[in-house]
């Protein structure tokens, strides 16, 4: 089977993990799909042990949220996740904003591959932020929600341990140094 890198434009493909916009997730090969990165797709029929792991480790690490643990992970399982099998095209250089796409397959089909498709839009999640003390019980939380509150609309932390809410510290923004002012006087990219 030919690899992304010897495909010509239209030409079926084997995914191996290595394609542009995939990461590896606990090991296992898996980008997001979507305008909105609403889906995952993962290389293999996974177990749902390795479907929690991923969602969970791609909204930790390339979003940087954490998924609030609720019902609504029952409902990935049994919902949300799809195990199917797919067949790898290289799109045309012109034509499309992507270098690749998927297509679903039969099992029988010759270039068929497995995955897993997750859908994880509809999960309920939250910032990871710097550390603050929860004015309440004075345990140290990282969580922030965007919701109403006394002070409108706004992110709060919410501690995880009393459900306490309170505004984040506001930091000031960082100066910007002698070299990097240097450097954009020397940019060729600057209007003159």
């Known amino acids: 089977m030919t690899v992304f890198t ?14 542009p916009g995939f990461d590896r997730l606990h090991g296992i090969p898996t980008v997001a799909l979507g305008e909105e990165s609403d889906r995952l797709l993962a290389l293999g029929h996974l177990t749902d042990r390795a479907v929690l792991a991923v969602t969970s ?3 930790r690490r390339i979003i940087g949220e954490l998924i609030v643990p609720s019902h609504e992970l029952n409902d990935l399982i049994a919902f949300g996740t799809h195990r199917v099998h797919i067949r790898a095209v290289r799109a045309q250089p ?7 796409y998927v297509d679903d397959a039969a099992s029988s089909h010759p270039t068929a591959q497995a995955a897993t498709v997750i859908h994880c839009e509809w999960l309920e999640r939250e910032e990871i932020r710097a550390a603050s003390a929860c ?5 140290i939380s990282r969580s922030v929600k965007f919701g109403p509150g006394d ?18 510290p506001v930091t000031p923004l960082p100066q910007r140094s ?15």
């Open 6 to 19: 010897d495909a010509a434009p239209g030409e079926q493909f084997a995914l191996s993990g290595t394609e």
């Open 151 to 168: 002070a409108g609309w706004a992110s709060y932390h919410r501690c995880q341990h009393c459900a306490h809410r309170w505004l984040p």
């Open 94 to 100: 012109d034509e499309d904003d992507c270098p690749w």
């Open 135 to 139: 004015p309440a019980c004075t345990r």
């Open 57 to 59: 480790a791609y909204h």
């Open 178 to 192: 002698a070299l990097t002012q240097t450097l954009e006087a020397l940019s060729c990219t600057r209007s003159a």
